[in-house]
C-alpha cells in the first residue's frame, strides 16, 4: 500500500514539474510583452491608430490574466492533489 502511494505522489510530482514548466512559459511571455508596453510612449503614440494599439493592450491584459488564472488552478490542483494522498496515508488499514 505504500509503494502504491508513494508511485501516486512520484506521478503527481511529474505532473506538478510539467504545469509548472508550463507555467513558465507563460510568465516569459507575459514579462516580454509588459516590457515591450512599458516602452510604449504615454502620449501621441505614433502608431498604426488609437484601435490597434486598444487591441494589443487588450490581448496583453488577457495573456497576463490567463497567466494568473493558470497559477490559480496549478495551486488548487496541488492542494487537491495533496489532500487526496493525506487522506490515502492517513487511513491506509481501510483499504487493505
Known amino acids: 500500500m505504500e509503494q502504491r502511494v ?9 505532473s506538478h514539474r510539467e504545469m509548472s514548466r508550463i507555467l513558465g512559459t507563460h510568465r516569459s511571455v507575459s514579462t516580454q510583452m509588459a516590457t515591450i508596453a512599458s516602452d ?7 502608431f498604426e491608430g488609437v484601435g490597434m494599439l486598444q487591441e ?4 496583453l491584459t488577457k ?4 497567466y494568473l488564472n ?7 490542483a496541488i492542494a487537491q492533489q495533496t489532500e487526496i494522498v ?6 491506509p488499514e481501510d483499504e487493505e
Open 86 to 91: 493525506m487522506k490515502e496515508m492517513k487511513d
Open 56 to 59: 494589443q493592450a487588450l490581448q
Open 40 to 46: 510604449i510612449p504615454d502620449s501621441h503614440p505614433n
Open 70 to 76: 493558470s497559477l490559480a488552478n496549478l495551486e488548487e
Open 63 to 66: 495573456n497576463i490574466t490567463a
Open 6 to 14: 508513494t508511485t501516486i505522489i512520484s506521478h503527481i510530482a511529474a
